[in-house]
């Protein structure tokens, strides 16, 4: 048997990879006053459909669904930024000091076809700040990411930006767009053809139709005086710390919920899947999910993409202090005590497992890169398996390693 088409194993050599990226998030996240959610795998499939868009692949047919064996509609979730709007509201977060700002690094699942870097179950650390409208947020958010992919030695980052600006702002291009769109419908592929009403700006995804859309009417050319000057002065912040980015005026994320800023991370060290992360400002959302008017925005990014664009790692072991070898079982009981004793303290010990004979449990320590062995004969051996030396039965095990340590 093998793991489902799209999912893997995390093997224990690569959890300090995992690691790495969950220390970084959480210093650089938490130092920036964002605490950490959890939502759960599964919500009701209205979550989904609502806040990510009944027109977005992701809902047309990326999500894994289910009947919950009482008649409801069930979904792993296939992105965070919903759940995260539905636990603001659920837990009237909108009473504490806005905005919230909170983080996750949690396993999502989306019915892609695999490929390098696709994959069906994946892992994303994302961060959302729910509440405030203020540019200086979105400045804040996109610094964060790229102050996470920087640490992280993600190679060859470059940053998109544009502004899709407010729900009537899209809504009064959407029709330019679709009269431009209709007019050159003989040079479009028939698939951005048959979505021209449901979702036309996602015409800009489509490589077949780049030609055509070279021409088409840019969004950013036709926000409100209100969305540009928010735009403008999210610029101005990112020039103010020197963070370089790309505008994108054809930049579409596969989310409907954005408004006003998005950005998009790519990186060249990445094949066809170049995006690490993404995200942008979500006005309307928590509205959308039946709550009040809410400014939010944030990111995610995908932590197995994060470390393909970083590169090959080697990875640490976890030291062993001591590794206890006996001689005949008559001694288990006394190296299982001396194990048990030394954990309590706070070491990491480890003892003969497997019967091997006293030279094989030797060979065993060196393996694991102990840094005492104590042998158990006719006399207690401690010996340090850095510099040689051995003592003879010392009093207490523990304490003599203890002593030893802090020389
Ligand atoms: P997204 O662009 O759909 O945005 O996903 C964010 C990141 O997750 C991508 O840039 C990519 O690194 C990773 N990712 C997505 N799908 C896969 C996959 N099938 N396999 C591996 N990695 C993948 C969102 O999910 C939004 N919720 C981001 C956001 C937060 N916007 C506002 N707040």
């Known amino acids: 048997m093998r793991a489902p088409k799209g999912t893997s194993d995390l093997l224990p050599d690569q959890q300090s990879d995992r690691e790495r990226v969950a220390h970084a998030a959480q210093r650089i996240l938490e130092g920036a006053g964002y605490r950490r959610i959890e939502t759960p795998t599964?919500?009701?499939?209205?979550?989904?459909?609502?806040?990510?868009?009944?027109?977005?692949?992701?809902?047309?047919?990326?999500?894994?669904?289910?009947?919950?064996?009482?008649?409801?509609?069930?979904?792993?979730?296939?992105?965070?930024?919903?759940?995260?709007?539905?636990?603001?509201?659920?837990?009237?977060?909108?009473?504490?000091?806005?905005?919230?700002?909170?983080?996750?690094?949690?396993s999502f699942y989306r019915a892609e076809k695999p490929q390098a870097g696709r994959f069906r179950?994946?892992?994303?650390?994302?961060?959302?700040?729910?509440g405030s409208d203020d540019p200086a947020v979105d400045a804040e958010s996109i610094v964060l990411l790229q102050t996470l992919l920087d640490d992280l030695g993600s190679e060859g980052v470059r940053l998109r930006l544009g502004s899709l600006g407010t729900a009537e702002t899209r809504e009064r291009y959407r029709?330019?767009?679709?009269?431009?769109?209709?007019?050159?419908?003989?040079?479009?592929?028939?698939?951005?053809?048959?979505?021209?009403?449901?979702?036309?700006?996602r015409?800009?995804?489509?490589?077949?139709?780049?030609?055509?859309?070279?021409g088409a009417p840019k969004l950013l050319d036709e926000l409100s005086p209100d969305d540009a000057e928010h735009f403008a002065e999210v610029r101005r912040?990112?020039?103010?710390?020197?963070?370089?980015?790309?505008?994108?005026?054809?930049?579409?994320?596969?989310?409907?919920?954005?408004?006003?800023?998005?950005f998009e991370f790519t990186s060249d060290a990445l094949g066809a899947q170049s995006g690490v992360g993404g995200g942008g400002r979500y006005d309307g959302l928590v509205e959308m999910l039946g709550g009040k008017p809410t400014p939010g925005i944030g990111w995610a990014a995908g932590v197995e993409r994060i470390?393909?664009?970083?590169?090959?790692?080697?990875?640490?072991?976890?030291?062993?202090?001591?590794?206890?070898?006996?001689?005949?079982?008559?001694?288990?009981?006394?190296?299982?005590?001396?194990?048990?004793?030394?954990?309590?303290?706070?070491?990491?010990?480890?003892?003969?497992?497997?019967?091997?004979?006293?030279?094989?449990?030797?060979?065993?320590?060196?393996?694991?890169?102990?840094?005492?062995?104590?042998?158990?004969?006719?006399?207690?051996?401690?010996?340090?398996?850095?510099?040689?030396?051995e003592i003879t039965a010392p009093e207490s095990v523990v304490a003599r390693i203890r002593r030893e340590d802090q020389l």
Not at 62 to 70: A, L, N, P, S
Not at 310 to 318: D, F, L, Y
């Open 237 to 262: 912040l990112l020039d103010a710390v020197d963070l370089e980015y790309e505008i994108d005026p054809t930049l579409v994320r596969g989310l409907d919920y954005y408004t006003r800023t998005v």
């Open 121 to 130: 179950q994946f892992w994303q650390v994302g961060a959302e700040a729910i």
């Open 203 to 214: 015409a800009f995804d489509s490589d077949e139709a780049a030609p055509v859309m070279e």
């Open 175 to 201: 029709e330019h767009l679709i009269a431009y769109l209709r007019a050159n419908e003989e040079w479009l592929p028939k698939d951005v053809v048959d979505r021209i009403d449901l979702n036309p700006l």
């Open 307 to 389: 470390l393909l664009a970083a590169g090959e790692r080697p990875t640490a072991e976890a030291p062993v202090d001591i590794f206890v070898a006996y001689a005949h079982p008559a001694l288990r009981a006394d190296a299982f005590q001396l194990v048990y004793d030394a954990r309590r303290e706070g070491m990491s010990a480890q003892m003969e497992l497997a019967g091997r004979s006293l030279k094989g449990q030797r060979k065993q320590a060196d393996r694991l890169r102990a840094r005492w062995l104590v042998v158990l004969d006719d006399a207690v051996v401690l010996k340090s398996l850095e510099t040689g030396q």
């Open 42 to 106: 599964f919500e009701a499939t209205e979550l989904f459909a609502r806040g990510v868009g009944e027109s977005t692949d992701i809902v047309q047919k990326e999500m894994f669904t289910f009947d919950d064996g009482g008649g409801r509609s069930m979904t792993l979730r296939p992105e965070g930024t919903a759940p995260v709007c539905r636990a603001y509201m659920e837990h009237g977060m909108h009473k504490l000091a806005q905005p919230v700002k909170l983080w996750y690094l949690s």
